[in-house]
Structure formats: structure tokens, C-alpha cells
């Protein structure tokens, strides 16, 4: 489901402006966002994921919401994104007795100036949010980039080594792409093969993915350590620990199905 669209933030990386042309967001108003929770919960859905950019943006809002589902006293299940220094921790509690049970967010990279140079001015500490949010038992799902202009070896080692402190019960690794209508798309365009030339080498997990270079890597260096990167996360002692302990057996099972299969690349460093 959706309650908004769009997102007041203009990171150069994201492309999500380019639908509306200005760093804005639109909502539905929480009645009717609950009149359709009610209708599929009527018809026995119970798990939902909210796709909103930001569905954790405005606090007043986000308690309004849970006090509404809370009210109604459904078992829900959801999912929601967030930014780290969107993440009103007062609220969590309350978030976690309305069904929020897995909050997204978008962390991109473990080194500030990386981070800012790409306009993802995230305030505040990431891991006392996090933290926050693993002791109201809400599992949290890191999203990390690879390959952002300012990215050096070093650079990445810090976004790998800040996924590995925080441990969130799953991370995704991706790498940088030039997606069309992000600021980084008008960049690799002004560079001689900057951009890939069929809608393959967009997918992040195509046999051809072609990643932006950063100022410092070329493309294939960035595709290597990230491919690296999610092994040396899966298969770190702390993180298959606490996969055992919240989830069980089976959960560890699967996961060590996804290492064992080893992804093929056509760019090679
Ligand atoms: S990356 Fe997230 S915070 Fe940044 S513009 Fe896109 S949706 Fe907004």
C-alpha cells in the first residue's frame, strides 16, 4: 500500500523527485488510508508493506496512525521506510503495538562526507536509532551503497564495517547506479561510457550490471567489493548468531542456500 508519494529530500542518487519536479510529498488522509487497511483485513490480509518513500516523516502523523490501527485492534503486520534522523524514537513503542515490525532505512553509506557529498545529510547518531529500535524488538532492514562518488576502498570498508556494528536483521547491498532522472544520472551522462547501454546493466543483480564509477574506483573495483561485502555480512559469527536466535534454524538455512550460490559477473576488476 501507499499513504504518500514523492519526498521532500533531494539525495543526487534517488530519482524519486523526478515524478513530481521538486522535493515534495503528497498524502492521502489517514481515514481513508484506513478504510482500505480495514478492507483487506476484512478479506484476512494481515501483512502489509507500506511503499511510501518516507512513511516515517512527519511524528504527528505516524502516532495518529498508530492510535487509529491500535483503536481497532487487528493483529497487522507491517513493513515501513525511514530515514535514520526521520525515526521519532519517542513513538517506537507505540509503533511496535500497532504492528510496525519492520522498519526499513535508508543509511547509504558509514562515512558522513560520502554521505553529504550526495546530499543524504542524515542528523544525528544512526546507531543510537537503530539500537532504539532493536530494544522495541522492531527488526531493521539497513540499506547501504556502494560506489558513491566520494567512495574509496577505505570509504566502502566503513559502510561495510558500520553494517556489521549495527547487525540489523537483514542488509541490503547495492551498488550505484546512474537511474534516470537522479542528479547522478546528468553526471555519468557527461562521461565518455558513463552510462550502460542496454536496461540490463541497470539491474543490480544482472550477469552485465554496470555501476557508476566513483571519482576514485572504477566500476568493476566498486561490483567487486560489493559482491565481497555481502558474503563477509552473511557470513560474519555475530550476524548468523542473532539470525538463529530471532528467527530460528530454518531462517539460517536459507540464508546459507543464498551464500552458497556464488553470483557471476561480466565486469571483473
Ligand atoms: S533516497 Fe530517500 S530520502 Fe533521499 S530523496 Fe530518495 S526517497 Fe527521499
Redesign the pocket.
Known amino acids: 500500500m501507499n499513504t504518500s508519494l514523492g519526498?521532500p529530500?533531494?539525495?543526487h542518487?534517488?530519482c524519486?523527485?523526478s515524478v513530481f519536479g521538486q522535493?515534495r510529498a503528497r498524502y492521502w488522509s489517514l481515514e481513508k488510508v484506513l478504510s482500505w487497511l480495514d478492507l483487506l483485513a476484512d478479506k484476512g490480509v494481515r501483512n502489509i508493506r507500506f511503499d511510501d518513500?518516507?512513511f516515517i516523516l512527519s511524528p504527528k502523523r505516524v502516532e495518529r496512525f498508530c492510535d487509529m490501527v491500535i483503536e481497532r485492534n487487528r493483529d497487522l503486520n507491517f513493513w515501513v521506510y525511514a530515514?535514520p534522523d526521520t525515526v521519532p524514537t519517542s513513538l517506537l513503542k507505540k509503533m511496535k503495538k500497532a504492528g510496525v515490525n519492520w522498519i526499513c532505512l535508508?543509511i547509504e553509506s558509514g562515512n558522513k562526507a560520502v554521505r553529504d557529498d550526495v546530499n543524504?545529510k542524515i542528523k544525528g547518531d544512526i546507531k543510537s536509532v537503530v539500537r532504539a529500535m532493536q530494544q522495541q524488538d522492531i527488526f531493521v532492514l539497513g540499506n547501504y551503497m556502494f560506489g558513491l562518488p566520494e567512495d574509496t576502498l577505505e570509504t566502502m570498508e566503513d559502510t561495510l564495517r558500520l553494517a556489521m556494528d549495527l547487525n540489523c536483521e537483514f542488509s541490503n547491498f547495492y551498488t550505484v547506479m546512474a537511474l534516470p532522472g537522479s542528479r547522478l544520472y546528468d553526471l555519468a551522462s557527461q562521461q565518455t561510457g558513463g552510462l550502460p547501454e542496454n536496461w540490463n546493466a541497470f539491474s543490480q543483480l544482472s550477469r552485465d550490471t554496470q555501476p557508476m564509477s566513483t571519482t576514485h574506483l572504477a566500476p568493476a573495483k566498486v561490483l567487486e567489493f560489493r559482491d565481497e561485502a555481502f558474503y563477509r555480512y552473511l557470513e560474519n559469527d555475530q550476524y548468523q548468531r542473532m539470525v538463529r536466535a530471532r528467527f530460528g534454524e530454518k531462517t539460517l538455512a536459507h540464508i546459507q542456500g543464498m551464500l552458497d550460490v556464488k553470483i557471476e559477473r561480466e565486469l571483473t576488476a
Open positions: 519526498c529530500f533531494s539525495c542518487y534517488c524519486i523527485n522535493p518513500e518516507l530515514r535508508g543524504k
